[in-house]
């Protein structure tokens, strides 16, 4: 499979991620909360709320996180590329802002008492895109670009890419 293909399930699988990631924490949230009240073998209102968002995670959450990936990370993607710093840590310092600052520039026009209430969600957006831009790191780095050191294809015309690679040869 060649690089372009497998860059594009890379990313599909991030938004996946990061909403089944999202799915897991309501889960675990409306689970934790349900088991004070009532056995969740005993509740129809847990069986209803699992549903419920599963339902909500994909209908609404896929295009959010699509749309995050189309939006942001493809150029965030470009420029990593471009400059050559696809790394874990550029990676998820990326996938932070990409999560974050969409919600950040809503709450900033919403009024003041939405802001106040909702600033660590901020943050917990900010931790999904993480999510997903760990998913894409992992995919990047050992799938689909596994001998780059440079973050993207060797290219046999850049005399650095050749001076590193054979210096990683020499060393093994």
Not at 131 to 159: A, E, H, I, N, Q
Request: contains cysteine; charged residues 10%.
């Amino acid at each position: 499979m060649k690089t372009m293909p497998k860059t594009i399930v890379a990313f599909l699988a991030a938004g996946i991620a990061s909403v089944v990631v999202f799915y897991a924490s309501i889960l675990i949230y409306r689970l934790g909360s349900e088991r004070q009240v009532a056995s969740f073998t005993e509740s129809q209102f847990a069986v209803t709320s699992v549903i419920f968002w599963a339902i909500l995670s994909v209908t609404m959450g896929l295009p959010i996180a699509f749309g995050h990936i189309v939006f942001l990370g493809l150029p965030a993607f470009i420029l990593g590329w471009y400059f050559r710093t696809i790394r874990w840590w550029s990676t998820l310092i990326m996938a932070f802002i990409i999560g974050a600052v969409p919600t950040g520039v809503y709450l900033y026009r919403s009024p003041s008492y939405i802001i106040e209430s909702n600033r660590e969600l901020i943050v917990i957006m900010g931790l999904f895109g993480v999510s997903g831009g760990l998913v894409f790191w992992l995919l990047w780095r050992y799938w689909v670009c596994p001998s780059s050191p440079f973050g993207r294809p060797k290219s046999s015309s850049d005399p650095r890419e050749k001076e590193t690679s054979e210096a990683n040869l020499n060393s093994t």
